[in-house]
């Protein structure tokens, strides 16, 4: 209750049967009706990268920006709707920003082309070489808040839904509240 009271901006649901009612009533099933089922979700421990939580939601029939994976190698850039924002997508890397694997506002394919080399040389610095990378992901930039989803389970808390404001500055005000959480977990 602390938190929440530190914490207007957040909403905090206990319960999955809680956190899915409260996602349902946000986003309400569209005619064709969409119910989460286990299909939609990984096995227990499993990270879903970003790429991966597209899929999740989009057959939830949660509206997402229109991207496609540009899987390796990399030759020709997937069509787009231009401007759009390339990211990395790696297994383990929770802080692509930091590590500039990230790049906004590309306006045509050579600066796709130029994201990817630019993406790729970063992480090689940052020690992730390009056989790690699963692939690009090009997604149509808008404009407009951003919504970051996040579904976790703590051994202590149980399963739950974070939902913030997104953005490229998302990772520090995430590290912040997961900080906070953490030392609420250890009262």
């Given at each position: 209750?602390?938190?929440?009271r530190?914490?207007?901006?957040?909403?905090?649901?206990?319960?999955?049967?809680?956190?899915?009612?409260?996602?349902?009533?946000?986003?309400?099933?569209?005619?064709?009706?969409?119910?989460?089922?286990?299909?939609?979700?990984?096995?227990?421990?499993?990270?879903v990268?970003?790429?991966?939580?597209r899929?999740?939601?989009?057959?939830?029939?949660?509206?997402?920006?229109?991207?496609?994976?540009?899987?390796?190698?990399?030759?020709?850039?997937?069509?787009?709707?231009?401007?759009?924002?390339?990211?990395?997508?790696?297994?383990?890397?929770?802080?692509?920003?930091?590590?500039?694997a990230?790049?906004?506002?590309?306006?045509?394919?050579?600066?796709?082309?130029?994201?990817?080399?630019?993406?790729?040389a970063?992480?090689?610095r940052?020690?992730?070489?390009?056989?790690?990378?699963?692939?690009?992901?090009?997604?149509?930039?808008?404009?407009?808040?951003?919504?970051?989803v996040?579904?976790?389970?703590?051994?202590?808390?149980?399963?739950?839904?974070?939902?913030?404001?997104?953005?490229?500055?998302?990772?520090?005000?995430?590290?912040?509240?997961?900080?906070?959480?953490?030392?609420?977990?250890?009262?």
């Amino acid at each position: 209750r602390e938190y929440q009271r530190k914490h207007p901006e957040m909403l905090i649901v206990q319960g999955l049967q809680s956190t899915i009612a409260a996602l349902a009533h946000l986003y309400p099933a569209g005619p064709g009706g969409a119910a989460a089922t286990s299909a939609t979700a990984g096995p227990a421990g499993t990270i879903v990268d970003e790429a991966g939580g597209r899929d999740v939601l989009t057959q939830l029939k949660v509206p997402v920006v229109s991207g496609t994976l540009w899987a390796p190698p990399f030759e020709t850039p997937p069509g787009a709707s231009y401007p759009c924002v390339v990211k990395a997508v790696v297994p383990g890397l929770a802080h692509r920003a930091r590590l500039g694997a990230v790049v906004v506002g590309c306006r045509d394919a050579a600066e796709v082309t130029a994201a990817r080399d630019t993406i790729l040389a970063n992480l090689a610095r940052a020690g992730f070489p390009a056989g790690k990378v699963e692939g690009l992901l090009v997604e149509e930039m808008v404009f407009g808040p951003e919504l970051l989803v996040g579904f976790s389970r703590d051994p202590w808390y149980g399963p739950y839904v974070a939902l913030a404001r997104g953005g490229v500055n998302v990772e520090e005000r995430s590290e912040e509240h997961t900080s906070e959480l953490q030392s609420h977990h250890d009262l």
